[in-house]
């Protein structure tokens, strides 16, 4: 059974940084997109970051020169580094593995995680 955990996430002041982790098991990853997608309460998940599969990044504006993903392929596990934390990066965020389409389409990720809750005081 393929499992995306994800892990890493709580609360922090502004201007504080968190390291997300996805850990992946069942089947390995490599070669194959993975991303972070968020949401926030009383709104539509959204891409973060991802990582294609030919290695290029992507990033939403909202946190570019902010946040990083990058992936271990010897762990099969994924992160996020979170620096420089707003109030409005407060959501629950979520890993995505493999599948085809469109990045930004959380649906079309063929694996998801239960995802782990981010919140940032002002």
């Known amino acids: 059974q393929v499992q995306l955990v994800e892990s890493g996430g709580g609360l922090v002041q502004a201007g504080g940084s968190l390291r997300l982790s996805c850990a992946a098991s069942?089947?390995?990853?490599?070669?194959?997109?993975m991303a972070w997608f968020r949401q926030a309460p009383g709104k539509q998940r959204e891409l973060v970051a991802a990582?294609?599969?030919?290695?290029?990044?992507n990033y939403a504006d909202s946190v570019k020169d902010r946040f990083t993903i990058s992936r271990d392929g010897a762990k099969n596990t994924l992160y996020l580094q979170m620096n420089s934390l707003k109030p409005e990066d407060t959501a629950v965020y979520y890993c995505?593995?493999?599948?085809?389409?469109?990045?930004?389409?959380?649906?079309?990720?063929?694996?998801r995680g239960q995802g782990t809750q981010v919140t940032v005081s002002s």
């Open positions: 995505a593995a493999g599948g085809f389409g469109y990045l930004s389409t959380p649906e079309s990720y063929g694996y």
């Open positions: 069942g089947r390995t990853f490599g070669g194959e997109r």
């Open positions: 990582i294609t599969r030919a290695g290029t990044t």
